[in-house]
C-alpha cells in the first residue's frame, strides 16, 4: 500500500513524493536555493553532474546537518558517458562533488548524448548498468534507475541485464502525459519521476490551467504539480524563488477524477 508522502521503489527502498529539482541552478545559486528547500521541509533533492551544480548541493546539504539519511540525493551518469569503467569514474565523481559516500539514487541521465538524440547506444548503455549493478550490490548506491528512457530502452535492459530499474525519470507535465510509457513503467514496477513538472514555466498561463487552478484555490503551479502526483508520478519542480519553493511543496488538495480528464486532454502547449 502507498505511504503518504512516500514512494517504495520495488526494492523496498522509499523516496520522498516530492523532489527539489536543480537543473539549470547554476552552481553559485545552487547553495542559497538547496538550503531554501531543506528549510521549507523537501527532504529530496535531485541533481547531475552534467548539471555543474553538485559541489554546492552537496555543501548545502552537509552544511545543513541533517543526518545523512534523511535526505534522499539523486545523482545521474552524463548521457555521453556510456561504459564499464567509464560509469565507475564518473560516479566517483559524483560522489566526490558532493562529498557524500553513498548516493540513494543513481540514473543513466539519457540513451544517448545530447548532441546524437536518437542515436543507438544499447551496448554502452547495457555496459554502464552492469556498472551500476555492480555499485547497487556493492551498497553504494541504494537504488538504480534511468532517464528520459522509452519503452524499447528499458526492454534492452531487461532483456541482457539483473536488476529492473527502479526509476525512470521522464518530461512529465499537463499536457505531455506519456501513457504508454507509464503503463510500461507501472507494468515494471519502475517509479515514474517528473522533470519539468511546470514545462518550465511553460504552461502556468495557459487559459484552463488559471480557470482550474482558480476553481479549487490554489496556484496554477500547485496545480501542476498535483496532477503529476494525481497521475502517480513522483514530480521534482524546480526554483530559486523562496517563496515558489514553500509553494511548490503545499499540496494539501485533491483533484477529481473529472478535472483529471479534463487536464489529460490538454494538448501539449509547450515550444521547445
Ligand atoms: P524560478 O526559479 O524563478 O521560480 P520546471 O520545474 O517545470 O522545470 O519549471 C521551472 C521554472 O518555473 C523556473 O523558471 C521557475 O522559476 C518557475 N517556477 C517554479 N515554481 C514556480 C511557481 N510556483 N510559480 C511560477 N513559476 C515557478
Given at each position: 500500500m502507498a505511504k503518504e508522502g512516500i514512494f517504495t521503489f520495488h526494492n523496498g527502498v522509499e523516496i520522498p513524493d516530492i523532489g527539489f529539482g536543480t537543473w539549470q541552478i547554476p552552481n553559485e545559486e545552487a547553495y542559497a536555493a538547496v538550503t531554501t528547500a531543506l528549510e521549507n521541509g523537501y527532504t529530496h533533492i535531485d541533481t547531475a553532474l552534467?548539471?555543474?551544480?553538485e559541489e554546492n548541493v552537496g555543501k548545502a546539504v552537509r552544511d545543513f546537518r541533517l543526518a545523512r539519511e534523511e535526505v534522499f540525493i539523486t545523482s545521474k551518469l552524463p548521457a555521453q558517458t556510456k561504459g564499464y569503467e567509464e560509469t565507475l569514474q564518473a560516479f566517483e565523481e559524483t560522489v566526490s562533488n558532493l562529498g557524500v559516500d553513498y548516493l540513494d539514487l543513481y540514473l543513466i541521465h539519457a540513451p544517448w548524448p545530447w548532441t546524437e538524440i536518437g542515436k543507438d547506444c544499447t551496448e554502452g548503455n547495457i555496459q554502464s548498468w552492469k556498472a551500476m549493478e555492480r555499485l547497487y550490490n556493492d551498497g553504494k548506491i541504494r537504488a538504480i534507475g534511468v532517464s528520459n528512457f522509452s519503452e524499447s530502452d528499458i526492454q534492452a535492459l531487461l532483456d541482457a541485464c539483473d536488476i529492473v530499474p527502479m526509476a525512470n525519470q521522464i518530461p512529465f507535465y499537463i499536457g505531455r502525459d506519456q501513457e504508454s510509457l507509464l503503463a510500461f513503467c507501472a507494468k515494471h514496477n519502475i517509479v515514474v519521476e517528473a522533470y519539468s513538472p511546470l514545462a518550465t514555466g511553460q504552461i502556468l498561463s495557459s487559459p484552463p490551467i488559471l480557470e482550474m487552478a482558480e476553481k479549487y484555490g490554489v496556484t496554477p503551479a500547485q496545480l501542476c504539480i498535483r496532477y503529476c502526483l494525481e497521475r502517480g508520478t513522483l514530480p521534482l519542480p524546480k526554483s530559486t524563488n523562496e517563496a515558489r519553493i514553500i509553494e511548490n511543496s503545499q499540496l494539501d488538495f485533491t483533484i477529481s477524477k473529472e478535472d483529471i480528464e479534463t487536464l489529460d486532454a490538454i494538448e501539449d502547449v509547450r515550444e521547445d
Open positions: 552534467a548539471y555543474q551544480n
